[in-house]
């Protein structure tokens, strides 16, 4: 397998077009055509785990947080994301970054928090807009299986946990080939009436290309009429944070006994509040940006890290805001990564890094 397999895998999960703004998700570092040798995955990169995926002859580091940010204008070595670029680049160990974009889809980063919660009917918090197109396609009614096939396998047609979803009307297409044309039903100069089906399907505004493509694929009329609408839909697979419910209700001091031995923590910052717990939305890395959100959906805690002093504020009372560190909420994405990647790659090991990566110590 090369390197650029695994990333092309990784990125059918979560796709690229999903990482934030501000981000740099990717292959960062190495040559996509390469023969992987073997995988670490880590929660962010540094020299020791550069030094760590030679040790282990691993060729490819797969970390959560990009380990470039920003461009380098000089790699002399001033700090450490130059001194591990340079050593990844020296021992050409490749380093691909899956970071909001693994945040922002189901059955990611957030989720994991959930699962390790035992949330139940786990849902995205926020979900992401304009990301859904709708194709609009008129077909021959008995080429409409292909056709629909072909939509389906491209990645058409999902809508939340329901596949191969489409919309069907019959009617009467009419046309007049010119002499240039080369038709698959009818003939030159002749006007024909066939009937037709008019098939709508949702899809993924960064799957527009490849779906186009295999609509011309399975399509047997030489000019296709076709047109596709931005959606306003929120799109169900795709936003941020998420939320979900516990098997029972918790005393607030219940909670937290229960997020701390469920996270594994040394510490919680938290707002207190006089209700019991339930509902709990949670978002791993920095999460004050959803706190409206969680308010909304009626979520009793809210689970992140990085609050601000300030921003404790804006809890009054009404919900129960618990900090429990940026490294703490999203170590276990690397247990995700491993279970993502060993269900692709059987033949080898894939790594987890031993590396705490953690810049963060308490003192007690």
């Known amino acids: 397998m090369k390197i650029k397999e695994l990333a092309s895998y990784l990125e059918q999960l979560a796709p690229l077009p999903y990482q934030e703004d501000y981000d740099n998700s990717g292959l960062i570092i190495g040559d996509p055509e390469a023969e992987l040798q073997g995988v670490l995955v880590t929660l962010d990169v540094t020299e020791d785990v550069i030094r760590e995926a030679v040790s282990k002859g691993c060729n490819l580091v797969v970390a959560h947080h990009p380990l470039i940010f920003r461009g380098l204008k000089k790699l002399n070595g001033r700090n450490y994301v130059e001194r591990s670029v340079i050593l990844a680049i020296k021992h050409d160990v490749a380093v691909y970054a899956i970071h909001t974009n693994l945040d922002n889809v189901v059955n990611g980063v957030n989720f994991k928090i959930a699962e390790k919660l035992g949330l139940r009917n786990v849902r995205i918090l926020r979900k992401k807009k304009d990301t859904l197109l709708k194709l609009t396609v008129f077909v021959p009614e008995e080429n409409s299986g292909d056709l629909l096939a072909g939509l389906h396998k491209a990645g058409a047609g999902n809508i939340g946990n329901y596949t191969d979803c489409s919309f069907q009307t019959s009617g009467t297409g009419r046309f007049r ?171 080898f090991a894939t790594c987890l890094s031993e590396v705490n990566t953690n810049p963060v110590n308490y003192y007690y």
């Open 177 to 347: 080939p010119n002499e240039a044309a080369n038709p698959f039903i009818g003939n030159k100069g002749a006007l024909e009436e066939v009937r037709e089906l008019r098939i709508e399907v949702i899809l993924p505004a960064h799957l527009k290309n490849q779906v186009l493509s295999a609509m011309y694929a399975s399509h047997p009329y030489e000019e296709v009429a076709y047109y596709l609408h931005e959606l306003e839909n929120d799109n169900q697979e795709a936003g941020s944070g998420a939320m979900g419910l516990l098997a029972e209700e918790m005393t607030p001091e219940a909670f937290l006994a229960h997020l701390k031995n469920s996270m594994n923590l040394q510490v919680i910052r938290f707002t207190p509040v006089r209700k019991t717990i339930r509902k709990v939305a949670v978002c791993g890395g920095v999460g004050s940006f959803l706190l409206a959100d969680a308010l909304r959906a009626g979520a009793d805690a809210f689970v992140t890290a990085d609050y601000k002093y300030h921003e404790f504020f804006d809890a009054e009372g009404r919900i129960l805001i618990a900090d429990i560190g940026h490294f703490e909420s999203e170590v276990f994405t690397k247990d995700l990564l491993v279970e993502i990647i060993s269900k692709k790659i059987t033949n």
